[in-house]
């Protein structure tokens, strides 16, 4: 069964800092993707990563793919309070499987 | 442009129930995805389809619950008799798997609340 981990699931941090959020997974899979949701709307999409060592940046947030390690990280660069949010990874193996989220909370 | 579209967006029943929610899909994608966001368990999958087909619905409750895609515009997900356990917000997704650089795309949610 895939199991998907992220840690932390909490994480209370100041402007202009940078943090990092961890995904672990449990499959083979090679397909993995980071979702951003706000309180009350749905999910937005923030990353696809479709192989092994795939970056992707947009703004202050990269994402990467580690698929020997099965892992894959979010990283927050400078923090603003605009990126308070819930922050989810899936991974795709036929079916797509969440984590449990990781609530950010930026302080200005 | 492209959406997912769920309807009703807000439904208030009481216990015992039938509740009916729908999805329609992106316009080409072949694949629906139901998935239950609470805060206790996160977001679950109940079920999905691929070409209408269903796939994998191990994760729903199977005495009450009930999906299926009737045509390739629509997938219904029923609740019946609902529970107040059954409350929560259940999201329709749609994609196109193996197709390069594309993710499932969600809709707004259905906010199902039991009494």
């Known amino acids: 069964e895939l199991k998907v981990e992220q840690n932390p699931l909490f994480l209370s941090m100041q402007e202009g800092k940078n943090y990092t959020i961890y995904c672990n997974y449990s499959t083979t899979s090679d397909r993995l993707y980071w979702y951003r949701q706000d309180p009350g709307k749905s999910l937005e999409s923030l990353f696809v990563?479709?192989?092994?060592?795939a970056v992707k940046q947009e703004g202050r947030l990269m994402a990467s793919l580690d698929t020997k390690a099965r892992l894959s990280t979010l990283h927050i660069t400078a923090a603003v309070h605009d990126l308070s949010a819930t922050y989810f990874c899936a991974v795709e193996d036929d079916k797509i499987i969440f984590g449990k989220g990781t609530r950010l909370h930026i302080l200005p | 442009d492209a959406r997912v579209t769920q309807t009703p967006r807000h439904k208030v029943t009481e216990m015992g129930q039938e509740v009916t929610m729908r999805c329609q899909p992106i316009?080409?994608?072949?694949?629906v995805f139901w998935y239950r966001q609470t805060m206790m368990q996160g977001l679950e999958l109940l079920a999905y389809?691929?070409?209408?087909?269903?796939?994998?619905d191990s994760g729903m409750p199977k005495d009450r619950f009930s999906a299926e895609m009737p045509d390739a515009t629509l997938a219904t997900l029923k609740i019946q008799p609902s529970e107040p356990r059954d409350s929560a917000v259940y999201f329709c997704a749609s994609g196109f798997p193996y197709r390069v650089n594309t993710e499932a795309f969600f809709g707004q949610g259905t906010r199902l609340t039991v009494v």
């Open positions: 389809f691929r070409n209408r087909a269903p796939l994998d």
């Open positions: 990563l479709l192989s092994n060592g």
């Open positions: 316009l080409g994608h072949n694949t």
